[in-house]
C-alpha cells in the first residue's frame, strides 16, 4: 500500500541527547515537511524540502535539523539546542507538479525529553 | 499566522449536518481553501478543496460564498468518528508551506 510512515510512533529521550525521526513515503512526491504540534495548538513547519539534496526551514526551525539524500526519506533531528523538545512530530509529502495538491500526513512520532 | 479564522468548537447530534464555517476576507484570486480534520493523536488528513465553485466529495460538501470571503464545510451526516478538529486553511497553488491555525474542534453528541 502506498502511504507516508513515521517510526517510531513513541520515542523517550534524556535532556541533552540527539534524536533523529524517521519519515519515508512510498508515493513518488516531491516534496516532504516536518511540524511539530504542542498540546490544543495547530502545526508549525520546521522544515520543507520540494527536491533531493535541498531544504528550507520553516517557522521554527532552531534546534532542528533535517537531510534529504532520498526522494523517499526525510529524517529529522531534534538537538539538544532545541529548547522544548517534548512535543508531537509530524510528517507529510506531496506533488509539486501541476494544479491544487494535498499534503499527505505519516501517523506522527510523539517525543519526550526529560 | 493563518489567514483563516473559525471557531473554536462546535457539538452537533449525531446524524445531523455538521455545518463548520470558516471566514478568509483577505483571500487572493488564486488562492485555494482547503480543508483537513485531525483526529486525536493521528495525522491530519485531508477532506476537500475548492476555489470558487461548490464542491463534493465522499466525505463532506464545501460551500464557498460568491465573494470568496467565507465557506461552510458540510458533513451531510456526521458520526461519532467524525469527532476531530477542522482546519480551514488558504493556499495557493505550489504555495510551499501551509499554515494550520487552531481549528475547529467538532464535538457529535450521541
Known amino acids: 500500500d502506498g502511504g507516508i510512515t513515521q517510526s517510531p510512533k513513541y520515542l523517550f529521550r534524556k535532556e541533552g541527547q540527539n534524536v533523529t525521526l524517521s519519515c519515508e513515503q512510498n508515493?513518488?512526491?516531491?516534496?516532504m515537511y516536518w511540524y511539530r504540534q504542542d498540546p490544543g495548538q495547530g502545526l508549525r513547519l520546521i522544515y520543507y524540502?520540494?527536491?533531493?539534496?535541498?531544504?528550507q526551514k520553516g517557522d521554527i526551525a532552531e534546534g532542528y535539523s533535517v537531510s534529504r539524500e532520498k526522494k523517499e526519506s526525510f529524517p529529522l533531528t531534534v538537538t539538544s539546542a532545541q529548547k522544548n523538545p517534548t512535543a508531537f512530530y509530524l510528517c507529510?509529502?506531496?506533488?509539486?507538479?501541476?494544479?491544487?495538491?494535498?499534503?499527505?500526513f505519516g501517523p506522527g512520532t510523539r517525543l519526550t525529553v526529560t | 499566522d493563518a489567514k483563516t479564522t473559525q471557531p473554536p468548537s462546535m457539538d452537533c447530534a449525531e446524524g445531523r449536518a455538521a455545518n463548520l464555517p470558516c471566514n478568509h476576507s483577505?483571500?487572493?484570486?488564486?488562492?485555494?481553501v482547503y480543508w483537513y480534520r485531525q483526529i486525536h493523536s493521528q495525522g491530519p488528513q485531508y477532506i476537500i478543496h475548492?476555489?470558487?465553485n461548490n464542491e463534493t466529495n465522499e466525505m463532506a460538501s464545501l460551500i464557498i460564498t460568491e465573494d470568496r470571503k467565507s465557506s461552510t464545510l458540510i458533513l451531510p451526516h456526521a458520526t461519532l468518528r467524525d469527532t476531530a478538529v477542522y482546519y480551514c486553511?488558504?493556499?495557493?497553488?505550489?504555495?510551499?508551506?501551509?499554515?494550520f491555525g487552531k481549528g475547529t474542534r467538532l464535538h457529535i453528541l450521541p
Open positions: 508515493l513518488n512526491h516531491d516534496a
Open positions: 524540502s520540494q527536491i533531493v539534496n535541498d531544504f
Open positions: 475548492g476555489l470558487k
Open positions: 486553511i488558504v493556499i495557493m497553488n505550489r504555495d510551499d508551506k501551509i499554515i
Open positions: 483577505t483571500i487572493s484570486g488564486i488562492e485555494y
Open positions: 507529510a509529502s506531496s506533488h509539486l507538479a501541476g494544479g491544487p495538491y494535498e499534503q499527505y
